[in-house]
């Protein structure tokens, strides 16, 4: 099926398709190159071929002084990034074999595939995924390409509409997978890149996907599709190489033939691939001697499979090991033959050796065959425990952020509130001490206007008080008769201050001494009216003259009722009334 200048033919092809598309433009900058190399929206991987198509353009030293640079330019550049770094760099190294081992290249493909995994983007993570299958196999690490192919493709598969792809794409995933033994997926992807496949100037690669899928069915026991794939890659070969191509699928029909025991249909396709393979194809060459060897046995000719299988030999050596398996299990079945033709000439020491080379060769390939589906199975579950590390990983960083970011709105909107709390505290409160201020001057023209008011009273009374005295002593310097004398007395005991009068003095005076008449009562609970009229009187520092001429009383009686006052209040003699009483 696959010779190891084909494969390179393939590999070039995978590795440089997209590429035509792109114009060559010389190297960019490197700043330039990290932005290109950063793009987070390039699902057809435009970006990457930009900087791999540049640096086509350039030798090794300056190929790889460049990514030296962007490297070191961009270390704090984003995942997009550094993941088509590494695959451009694994590419690179492997084209100048640049590297200490494979262990290097395969360490390069999980870098590329964590920081992948870390942009969460499903048609990059696929993107990248292709790169280092191809990247493995050039590296001959079938299982592992067979593991990032496949991730690759099953991740473009969810798309709708697909992302566009290279038809080499799904022929490498195809012969990987034949190689691996997966062979209904070959077929699976095989087909597709027949569907997909546009480049006509390698149309031989339309020939390699048919005889790909042919020998997928021709493992799976489906002879008739075999042949009918097999006869389909003849159809279609052209060129230099028509000759090739159709040689190989004529051995694979004469092969069929022979398990069929349809000896005469099968010895002529099986000469012709012979013929045309053996100094070109020298594994494919081998393997239709060996057949032809089995028919003379078959048919009792001994000595002419003798002869075949010898040529069988030496041209499976010629053919060195091949790019992976496939010359090994041409070489079991020449094995399994020249053991029986040995047998058959009586040759029972090289019958055991030939049975023992190939009973050994038989147990290897069954122990690589079950290994390379273990390997695969392994290594899909450790690529997909690495995903979901990565995934935990990224979600524990986003969880992170998150709850950094909600704890600073939090502080934020804490903050704000405390501030705009402040802020209305700072507003009531001023609110509060322009209504203090307010009230506190409304108080105060209140107080200046009782004491406007109270100062009217006093004065008042003081006039009318001088007035009746004025009249007393007119009437006193006259003799008088009987109802002057009365009229006289009655002028004495005018009452300035009357009860209505006496309530609004009240109010007034309870304006400028707030609580005097409260604090007289605590003081003194059995307190009379008159004792009260007496201290308000006194708390104004009137004279006992224009108290008695307010009350309508004499002026003893003024006396009097302060003496009663003194004694209530318990002041003493020597006290000052006065003084006592503004003190209240």
């Excluded at 494919?284 to 057949?291: F, I, M, T």
């Excluded at 008769?481 to 300035?496: F, K, P, V, Y």
Aim: glycine share 4%; charged share 25%.
């Amino acid at each position: 099926m696959s010779t190891p200048k084909a494969y390179l033919l393939l590999l070039c092809l995978l590795v440089h398709s997209g590429t035509a598309t792109y114009a060559r433009e010389k190297l960019p900058p490197v700043e330039e190159g990290i932005k290109i190399l950063s793009s987070s929206n390039d699902p057809e991987g435009k970006s990457y071929y930009r900087i791999f198509d540049s640096l086509k353009l350039c030798d090794s030293s300056a190929i790889f002084d460049f990514l030296n640079q962007v490297e070191s330019r961009g270390k704090f550049a984003n995942a997009y990034f550094r993941a088509r770094l590494s695959c451009i760099k694994m590419t690179w190294k492997l084209q100048y074999r640049q590297y200490q081992g494979k262990s290097e290249m395969i360490q390069l493909c999980e870098t590329a595939m964590n920081y992948a995994y870390e942009t969460g983007d499903d048609a990059f993570i696929a993107f990248i995924a292709i790169k280092c299958g191809t990247n493995s196999l050039h590296l001959q690490e079938l299982e592992l390409a067979a593991t990032y192919l496949l991730k690759g493709q099953e991740l473009y598969e969810k798309f709708d509409p697909p992302v566009r792809q290279q038809s080499a794409n799904w022929i490498v995933v195809g012969e990987v997978l034949f190689h691996c033994q997966e062979y209904e997926k070959s077929i699976f992807y095989t087909r597709k890149a027949i569907e997909h496949f546009e480049d006509t100037s390698e149309v031989n690669f339309l020939s390699r996907f048919y005889n790909t899928i042919g020998q997928d069915f021709d493992r799976l026991d489906q002879e008739d599709s075999a042949m009918l794939y097999y006869e389909k890659s003849m159809q279609v070969a052209k060129g230099p190489t028509i000759e090739v191509w159709k040689g190989i699928n004529a051995g694979y029909i004469g092969e069929i033939y022979f398990r069929r025991k349809q000896y005469s249909k099968a010895k002529p396709l099986l000469e012709y691939n012979y013929t045309i393979n053996r100094t070109r194809e020298f594994d494919h060459a081998a393997k239709s001697l060996q057949v032809l060897a089995a028919i003379d046995l078959a048919q009792g000719r001994n000595d002419s499979a003798l002869v075949k299988i010898r040529e069988a030999l030496q041209l499976i050596k010629k053919s060195g090991s091949g790019f992976y398996l496939q010359p090994l299990f041409f070489l079991e079945r020449i094995y399994f033959t020249a053991s029986d033709v040995y047998r058959a000439l009586g040759n029972t020491d090289s019958f055991y050796v030939y049975n023992d080379l190939y009973s050994n060769l038989h147990d290897s390939l069954q122990k690589v065959s079950l290994l390379i589906s273990a390997k695969i199975a392994k290594l899909r579950i450790d690529n997909d425990n690495n995903l979901r590390s990565v995934q935990m990983l990224e979600n524990e960083k986003q969880a992170a952020s998150l709850k950094r970011n909600f704890i600073l709105l939090t502080i934020m909107l804490a903050s704000a509130i405390l501030i705009l709390y402040l802020n209305r505290l700072r507003l009531k409160q001023k609110h509060r001490q322009e209504i203090v201020m307010q009230q506190k001057n409304a108080a105060e023209a209140e107080l200046s206007a009782a004491k406007e008011q109270m100062q009217l009273i006093t004065e008042n009374i003081i006039e009318k008080t001088g007035l009746i005295e004025k009249l007393t002593a007119q009437l006193s310097n006259k003799e008088l008769n009987t109802e002057q004398h009365q009229l006289a007395a009655d002028i004495s005991r005018q009452t300035i201050l009357t009860e209505e009068q006496w309530e609004n003095f009240k109010v007034v005076f309870e304006k400028i001494h707030p609580g005097f008449f409260i604090r007289l009562k605590e003081k003194a609970r059995d307190i009379t009216l008159a004792e009260q009229r007496m201290a308000a009187l006194t708390r104004l520092n009137l004279t006992s003259r224009q108290m008695a001429s307010m009350l309508g009383i004499s002026v003893d009686s003024v006396h009097k009722t302060r003496q009663r006052l003194r004694q209530r209040l318990q002041y003493s003699n020597e006290k000052n009334l006065e003084e006592s009483l503004s003190s209240l």
